[in-house]
Nanobody
Framework: QVHLVESGGGLVQAGGSLRLSCAAS??????MGWFRQALGKEREFVAT??????????ADSVKGRFTIAISRDNAKNTVYLQMNSLKPEDTAIYYC???????????????WGQGTQVTVSS
């Protein structure tokens, strides 16, 4: 079992920054991803990272603005999403997920957090 808890969402003005955190407990998966879902839209890929090699992949819409990273501290593993130069279209609920491969599809992630709201005002 894997337990994921996101934090760090909030309200920010366009051009601002936020850092999301995802505390992961339980077994370690090969990859951790961030996805987002805006109101009335499907869940979409944002970024993913492999646990061992630290390879990262980003959606084109966030490349150059968002950074995904992993922190390992004994039994506590945390995945971060640093979001800079935020735009109103980044407004969504952001979810972290654990999966076997660093993949773009939500279907390939086995465990999900509860989500954290990010709202970017213009």
């Amino acid at each position: 079992q894997v337990h994921l808890v996101e934090s760090g969402g909030g309200l920010v003005q366009a051009g601002g920054s936020l850092r999301l955190s995802c505390a992961a407990s339980g077994r370690t998966f090969n990859a951790m991803g961030w996805f987002r879902q805006a109101l009335g839209k499907e869940r979409e890929f944002v970024a993913t990272i492999t646990w061992r090699g630290g390879r990262t992949y980003y959606a084109d819409s966030v490349k150059g603005r968002f950074t995904i990273a992993i922190s390992r501290d004994n039994a506590k593993n945390t995945v971060y999403l640093q979001m800079n130069s935020l735009k109103p279209e980044d407004t969504a609920i952001y979810y972290c997920a654990a999966g076997l491969t660093a993949d773009y599809s939500p279907a390939n992630y086995n465990y999900w957090g509860q989500g954290t709201q990010v709202t970017v005002s213009s």
